[in-house]
Nanobody, 110 residues
Framework: VQLQASGGGLVEAGGSLKLSCSAS????????AAWYRQRPGEERELVAVIDKDDKTNYAESVKGRFTISRHNADNTMYLQMNGLKPEDTAVYYC?????WGRGTLVTVSS
């Protein structure tokens, strides 16, 4: 399984970014897929997860601001991030069946 995350960048506080995670070697729709992030000096944490029935769950810190979705035809998962805060600055990773993609850096300036 190969996962490729993209879409990170530098944005001002209050701005938006949309991350993408394209998958090959496995269909994202057959099981859960998730976004994690790792802030500088901290451990990796779960941000959002979507299961095979499109049920979603979010970390409390991002509820109401982030939306996880999946486009089955493209075998791609997304993370729409709105109302970004400086504390959202992190490397974001996608995960599927225990496989990790290379992260994408999100930097939010105050």
């Amino acid at each position: 399984v190969q996962l490729q995350a993209s879409g990170g960048g530098l944005v001002e506080a209050g701005g938006s970014l949309k991350l993408s995670c394209s998958a090959s070697g496995s269909s994202l729709k057959v099981n859960y897929a998730a976004w994690y992030r790792q802030r500088p000096g901290e451990e990796r944490e779960l941000v959002a997860v979507i299961d095979k029935d499109d049920k979603t769950n979010y970390a409390e810190s991002v509820k109401g601001r982030f939306t996880i979705s999946r486009h089955n035809a493209d075998n791609t998962m997304y993370l729409q991030m709105n109302g970004l805060k400086p504390e959202d600055t992190a490397v974001y990773y996608c995960n599927h069946l225990g496989w990790w993609g290379r992260g994408t850096l999100v930097t939010v300036s105050s």
